[in-house]
Protein backbone atom coordinates (compact mmCIF):
# COMPACT_ATOMS: atom_id res chain seq x y z
CA UNK A 1 0.00 0.00 0.00
CA UNK A 2 1.21 3.72 -0.87
CA UNK A 3 1.71 5.95 1.44
CA UNK A 4 -1.19 7.91 1.64
CA UNK A 5 -0.29 10.75 4.49
CA UNK A 6 0.52 13.19 2.30
CA UNK A 7 -2.36 15.65 1.22
CA UNK A 8 -4.93 14.36 -1.13
CA UNK A 9 -4.94 15.29 -4.42
CA UNK A 10 -7.05 18.44 -5.53
CA UNK A 11 -9.89 17.07 -7.70
CA UNK A 12 -11.31 20.17 -8.98
CA UNK A 13 -7.83 21.30 -10.47
CA UNK A 14 -7.81 17.20 -11.82
CA UNK A 15 -10.94 18.14 -12.86
CA UNK A 16 -10.14 21.46 -14.93
CA UNK A 17 -6.72 19.60 -16.49
CA UNK A 18 -9.19 16.94 -18.29
CA UNK A 19 -11.46 18.97 -19.59
CA UNK A 20 -8.78 21.15 -20.81
CA UNK A 21 -7.15 18.24 -22.39
CA UNK A 22 -10.58 17.05 -23.95
CA UNK A 23 -10.83 20.15 -25.31
CA UNK A 24 -7.19 20.05 -26.64
CA UNK A 25 -7.84 16.70 -28.26
CA UNK A 26 -10.77 17.45 -29.73
CA UNK A 27 -9.30 20.77 -31.56
CA UNK A 28 -6.70 18.83 -32.38
CA UNK A 29 -8.78 15.89 -34.34
CA UNK A 30 -10.58 18.72 -35.94
CA UNK A 31 -7.95 21.00 -36.92
CA UNK A 32 -6.28 17.25 -38.04
CA UNK A 33 -8.69 16.38 -40.05
CA UNK A 34 -9.31 19.83 -41.70
CA UNK A 35 -5.59 20.42 -42.53
CA UNK A 36 -5.65 16.71 -44.18
CA UNK A 37 -8.80 17.65 -46.65
CA UNK A 38 -10.90 15.02 -44.81
CA UNK A 39 -13.48 16.26 -44.93
CA UNK A 40 -13.72 16.95 -48.63
CA UNK A 41 -12.08 13.16 -49.42
CA UNK A 42 -11.98 11.19 -46.17
CA UNK A 43 -9.06 8.43 -46.66
CA UNK A 44 -8.13 5.93 -43.73
CA UNK A 45 -4.51 6.77 -43.10
CA UNK A 46 -4.56 10.59 -42.98
CA UNK A 47 -7.89 10.06 -40.51
CA UNK A 48 -5.83 7.48 -38.02
CA UNK A 49 -3.00 9.95 -38.19
CA UNK A 50 -6.06 12.79 -37.24
CA UNK A 51 -7.07 10.25 -34.35
CA UNK A 52 -2.97 9.76 -33.27
CA UNK A 53 -2.47 13.53 -33.04
CA UNK A 54 -5.79 13.70 -30.52
CA UNK A 55 -4.37 11.26 -29.01
CA UNK A 56 -1.36 12.90 -28.30
CA UNK A 57 -2.29 15.62 -27.49
CA UNK A 58 -5.00 14.75 -24.58
CA UNK A 59 -2.58 12.63 -22.88
CA UNK A 60 0.04 14.46 -23.20
CA UNK A 61 -1.44 17.47 -21.66
CA UNK A 62 -3.32 15.55 -19.27
CA UNK A 63 -0.42 13.51 -18.48
CA UNK A 64 2.51 16.41 -18.07
CA UNK A 65 -0.67 18.65 -16.62
CA UNK A 66 -1.37 16.39 -13.91
CA UNK A 67 2.57 15.86 -12.85
CA UNK A 68 3.14 19.52 -13.11
CA UNK A 69 0.19 20.63 -10.99
CA UNK A 70 -0.61 17.61 -8.71
CA UNK A 71 2.52 15.30 -8.84
CA UNK A 72 1.02 13.56 -5.62
CA UNK A 73 -0.79 11.00 -8.28
CA UNK A 74 2.97 9.48 -9.59
CA UNK A 75 3.48 7.89 -6.17
CA UNK A 76 0.93 5.35 -6.61
CA UNK A 77 3.12 4.27 -9.79
CA UNK A 78 5.12 1.10 -9.34
CA UNK A 79 5.94 0.09 -12.39
CA UNK A 80 6.16 0.25 -16.21
CA UNK A 81 6.04 -2.92 -18.53
CA UNK A 82 6.05 -3.82 -21.96
CA UNK A 83 4.61 -6.77 -22.73
CA UNK A 84 4.31 -8.92 -26.18
CA UNK A 85 1.78 -11.11 -26.15
CA UNK A 86 1.71 -12.84 -29.59
CA UNK A 87 0.97 -9.66 -31.70
CA UNK A 88 0.12 -7.60 -29.31
CA UNK A 89 2.48 -5.22 -27.48
CA UNK A 90 0.60 -3.76 -23.98
CA UNK A 91 2.38 -1.65 -21.71
CA UNK A 92 1.20 -2.55 -17.99
CA UNK A 93 1.21 -0.41 -15.43
CA UNK A 94 1.72 -1.25 -11.59
CA UNK A 95 0.05 0.65 -9.12
CA UNK A 96 -0.61 1.03 -5.61
CA UNK A 97 -3.93 1.32 -3.92
CA UNK A 98 -4.27 4.19 -1.91
CA UNK A 99 -7.52 3.17 0.21
CA UNK A 100 -9.29 5.72 -1.07
CA UNK A 101 -11.65 4.88 -4.21
CA UNK A 102 -11.42 8.39 -5.61
CA UNK A 103 -7.79 9.22 -6.03
CA UNK A 104 -7.65 5.11 -7.28
CA UNK A 105 -10.37 6.58 -9.71
CA UNK A 106 -7.93 9.67 -10.42
CA UNK A 107 -4.35 6.77 -10.50
CA UNK A 108 -6.49 4.94 -12.98
CA UNK A 109 -7.19 7.75 -15.21
CA UNK A 110 -3.99 9.01 -14.62
CA UNK A 111 -2.10 5.68 -15.49
CA UNK A 112 -3.83 5.54 -18.75
CA UNK A 113 -2.93 8.51 -20.20
CA UNK A 114 0.53 7.75 -19.79
CA UNK A 115 0.46 4.94 -21.33
CA UNK A 116 -1.38 6.14 -24.00
CA UNK A 117 1.08 9.24 -24.47
CA UNK A 118 3.43 6.28 -24.83
CA UNK A 119 2.07 3.90 -27.32
CA UNK A 120 0.54 7.13 -28.99
CA UNK A 121 3.99 8.11 -30.64
CA UNK A 122 5.86 5.50 -32.52
CA UNK A 123 2.91 4.33 -34.12
CA UNK A 124 1.90 8.44 -34.93
CA UNK A 125 5.77 8.13 -36.84
CA UNK A 126 5.11 4.89 -39.03
CA UNK A 127 2.04 6.34 -40.40
CA UNK A 128 3.61 9.69 -41.23
CA UNK A 129 6.19 7.81 -42.89
CA UNK A 130 3.37 5.45 -44.69
CA UNK A 131 1.53 9.28 -45.60
CA UNK A 132 4.38 10.63 -47.10
CA UNK A 133 5.69 7.29 -49.12
CA UNK A 134 2.39 5.72 -50.56
Known amino acids: ?15 LIQIGALLVGAGVLVLSLWL ?3 FRKPELAPIVMAFAFASIGFSGLFYFGALLLEGSLQKYILSDETVIKGDNVE ?17 GTYAFTRNLFGMSLVP ?10 A
Open 91 to 107: MVTKTASSGDPEIDKWI
Open 36 to 38: MGQ
Open 124 to 133: VLILIGLYFL
Open 1 to 15: MADNTDTKPNFGRLR
